[in-house]
């Protein structure tokens, strides 16, 4: 059972566009969410985490949007560089029940900036 | 600081061998985690511990053991290795619960063939 799940595998855009990553979760007990980003060879690096009582955090050039009635999240980049190619994770933890203290990932999404 | 680091980097096994994945974290973190990664897969929790003497399973820890008898220091263990444990594992370590920023060593490539 994927209880954190990003459906589009992989996302192409143009420098300087806007790149949208989204990520779906169906634990209703899963109170906060973090992104992570990859690059190959390497491990993941923390980006950007939400709580579920905010609908949006933004650092920089990164702004999550958390939409808890759907239970979707996003990860806009504005404007994406070609730096930000990688891999992006979703990741959700709860406060209580099984899922406390341990984060569930998604699949990941690659993302490829073009010059 | 050096972070997280682990060792070995890349290994082969042979079906039934055994090996301990080294990692080892130098922020004084009390919370460190085992996570494996398949091909187009995220990361799913084998074991983690919130202390020195402190483990706990994950999501699939079948196939491996865990110690921690420092702060600094998570082995993970397979005994009798398999074709599924062929992965990338990655050891992380935060201050607090999940929810705090965990940092991530290298990885390492496990194929057991």
């Known amino acids: 059972d994927q209880q954190v799940k990003q459906n589009s595998p992989s996302l192409s855009v143009q420098e300087g566009r806007i790149s949208i990553l989204n990520c779906d979760y169906t634990?209703?007990?899963?109170?906060?969410f973090l992104w992570y980003k990859k690059y190959p060879a390497e491990g993941p690096t923390f980006l950007i985490s939400?709580?579920?009582?905010?609908d949006k955090n933004e650092d920089g050039r990164f702004t999550v949007f958390l939409n808890k009635s759907a239970k979707h999240l996003s990860l806009h980049i504005v404007p994406s560089q070609p730096g930000d190619s990688a891999v992006y994770f979703c990741a959700a933890s709860a406060a209580g029940g099984t899922s406390y203290g341990k984060l569930t990932f998604g699949q990941g999404t690659i993302l490829t900036v073009h010059p | 600081n050096a972070g997280v680091t682990q060792t070995p980097k890349f290994r082969i096994l042979k079906i039934g061998q055994s090996m301990t994945l080294q990692c080892t974290q130098d922020m004084n973190h009390n919370y460190m985690y085992w996570y494996r990664q398949d091909p187009g897969m995220g990361l799913k929790l084998i074991y983690y511990s919130v202390g020195a003497g402190i483990t706990d399973k994950g999501e699939v820890p079948n196939g491996y053991n865990v110690s921690r008898s420092t702060t600094e220091d998570f082995p993970l263990r397979l005994e009798l290795a398999a074709p599924s444990q062929t992965s990338v594992y990655f050891c992380?370590?935060?201050?607090?619960?999940?929810?705090?920023?965990?940092?991530f060593g290298p990885g390492t490539r496990l194929t057991v063939l």
């Open positions: 992380a370590s935060s201050l607090l619960a999940a929810t705090d920023t965990q940092y």
């Open positions: 939400i709580s579920s009582i905010k």
């Open positions: 634990n209703s007990m899963f109170d906060y």
